[in-house]
C-alpha cells in the first residue's frame, strides 16, 4: 500500500515560516508531487521531487528523504493568500496513477 | 489557453437519473483521470485512462463509467446515481514524461437527492 499521512490542520502567523510534513509507505514511487487547493477549487501544482534533497521555487521549497520515507513543504514569508489545503501525492507506475494524502488545511492569520 | 475543461460545474439530480460529466482537454495529453474528493478522504481516483480506448479501474470505481473514444475527451457516466455518490469530482490530465503533475479541471459539484 501507500499510506500517505500528513497533519489534518496547521495554523501560522503573516509573515512567518511553516513545515508542512508528509510521510509515506510505499514500495516504489517515481516522484512526490506537493499540490496547493483553496477551498471549492481545483488543486495546482506547486513542486516535484523525484531525488533526496531540497528543491527551492521563490516561497515554496520542497524536500524528500525517500530513505526515511519523509517529505515536507516549507513555506516562507507566509501570505494571507496561502490559506489552503495541502496535499502530498505520490505517483508512479506505468499507470501513471497519482495517490492523494487527505491533505492539510494551513490557516494564515494575521 | 492549456486547460482541462469539465461540465458542469455543479448539478443536482435525482436518484437513479443517469447522468454524464464531461471532461475535454486540449492539450494532447495521453494520460487522463476521474477524482472524487469528500471531507477527510481527500482525493480518490475513480479511473483513469493511459490512451485512446485504454481504461481501468481507481480506487472507488464502483457506480460509475467512463470512456475514451477520443485522446481529448473523458466523460464520466453515473447510471444509476445514489445520495452516496454526492461529492467533487475532478478530472484531470497528464502528458508523457511531465513533471508537472496532472492538470486539473475546475471541478463538478454533484448532489444527489
Known amino acids: 500500500g501507500q499510506n500517505i499521512d500528513q497533519p489534518t490542520e496547521m495554523t501560522a502567523t503573516e509573515g512567518a515560516i511553516v513545515q508542512i510534513n508528509c510521510t509515506y509507505q510505499?514500495?516504489?514511487?517515481?516522484?512526490l508531487f506537493w499540490y496547493q487547493q483553496h477551498a471549492g477549487e481545483a488543486p495546482t501544482f506547486l513542486s516535484y521531487n523525484v531525488l533526496d534533497g531540497l528543491e527551492e521555487k521563490g516561497r515554496f521549497s520542497s524536500f524528500l528523504s525517500r530513505s526515511k520515507g519523509y517529505s515536507y513543504l516549507l513555506l516562507k514569508e507566509l501570505q494571507m493568500k496561502d490559506s489552503a489545503s495541502y496535499l502530498c501525492?505520490?505517483?508512479?507506475?506505468?499507470?501513471?496513477?497519482?495517490?492523494f494524502g487527505t491533505g492539510t488545511l494551513l490557516a494564515v492569520q494575521p | 489557453e492549456a486547460q482541462v475543461t469539465q461540465n458542469p460545474r455543479y448539478l443536482i439530480t435525482v436518484t437513479g437519473k443517469k447522468l454524464t460529466v464531461t471532461c475535454s482537454q486540449n492539450m494532447n495529453h495521453e494520460y487522463m483521470s476521474w477524482y472524487r474528493q469528500d471531507p477527510g478522504l481527500g482525493l480518490r481516483q475513480i479511473y483513469y485512462s493511459m490512451n485512446v480506448e485504454v481504461t481501468d479501474k481507481g480506487d472507488v470505481p464502483e457506480g460509475y463509467k467512463v470512456s475514451r473514444k477520443e485522446k481529448r475527451n473523458f466523460p464520466l457516466i453515473l447510471e444509476s446515481p445514489s445520495p452516496n455518490q454526492t461529492s467533487l469530482y475532478f478530472c484531470?490530465?497528464?502528458?508523457?514524461?511531465?513533471?508537472?503533475?496532472?492538470?486539473f479541471g475546475s471541478g463538478t459539484r454533484l448532489t444527489v437527492v
Open positions: 484531470a490530465s497528464r502528458g508523457q514524461g511531465g513533471r508537472y503533475g496532472y492538470t
Open positions: 510505499t514500495s516504489g514511487f517515481n516522484g
Open positions: 501525492a505520490l505517483y508512479g507506475g506505468a499507470t501513471n496513477k497519482l495517490i
